[in-house]
């Protein structure tokens, strides 16, 4: 059956440090991956998009890398500060036509 | 304020009751997706509308789930005979796109929380 994992529920790091977010899956072919971010009692929040034959997207001191072989995305948080502490959702497209998300990792940058 | 928005944002009503929220789309959006959210997972995919034409619906989506989007606008999502199951958090999203689905970006409301008593 398809299913998405992301890394450990949740994970804490000093501010200045670089995050760094897994989200691997099986049984699917997606054509795309994105990344959202979720703060409590909110909607998520579009990050970054990365195709399947893109190696690496980056935005400010976002990246994301797509790995087809692995089966595996990587979400880098560098320099993090206390205000990027939130829930990150990675979610594929794929032939389902719809997006299918991740159960998310809670990020908390400690100062 | 130009982004998605829902109504209401919280709902609380009793078993077997019927239910009904509203959302409204960024305006030139012709895209617009109901998702279901619990505690600690991530939204589920529910049902697509490309302008009035409901075109997915998630086979979690049960009889007691109609969602409508008449005029191509704003969209309701009507859950009838509630049960304690149906307590989650219910997101709107929208977004504009082509022929495809490819690159979607997708811009989400900030929720209805649904409890069921």
């Known amino acids: 059956s398809q299913k998405i994992e992301q890394n450990s529920e949740a994970l804490n790091i000093q501010e200045g440090k670089t995050a760094t977010l897994t989200c691997n899956y099986t049984?699917?072919?997606?054509?795309?991956l994105q990344w959202y971010r979720q703060d409590p009692g909110r909607g998520p929040v579009f990050l970054l998009l990365?195709?399947?034959?893109?190696k690496e997207k980056r935005k400010e001191r976002l990246k994301v890398t797509f790995d087809t072989t692995l089966k595996q995305s990587l979400f880098h948080i560098t320099a993090s500060q206390p205000a990027d502490s939130a829930t990150y959702l990675c979610?594929?497209?794929?032939?389902?036509?719809?997006?299918?998300f991740g159960s998310g990792t809670q990020l908390t940058v400690l100062p | 304020d130009t982004g998605v928005s829902q109504d209401p944002r919280h709902k609380i009503t009793k078993r077997g009751q019927n239910v009904t929220f509203r959302c409204d789309p960024i305006?030139?959006?012709?895209?617009l997706y109901w998702y279901r959210q619990t505690l600690g997972q991530g939204p589920e995919f529910l049902t697509y509308?490309?302008?009035?034409?409901?075109?997915?619906k998630s086979r979690l989506l049960s009889d007691r789930f109609s969602a409508e989007r008449p005029k191509g606008s704003f969209s309701t999502l009507e859950i009838q005979h509630t049960e304690q199951g149906d307590s989650a958090m219910y997101l709107c999203?929208?977004?504009?796109?082509?022929?495809?689905?490819?690159?979607?970006?997708?811009?989400f409301g900030p929720g209805t929380r649904l409890t069921v008593l």
């Open positions: 999203a929208s977004s504009f796109g082509g022929r495809t689905l490819m690159g979607d970006t997708q811009y």
């Open positions: 049984n699917y072919s997606p054509a795309y």
């Open positions: 990365i195709r399947e034959n893109e």
């Open positions: 979610a594929l497209f794929g032939s389902a036509r719809q997006l299918t």
């Open positions: 305006s030139e959006h012709n895209r």
């Open positions: 509308f490309q302008n009035e034409a409901q075109l997915e």
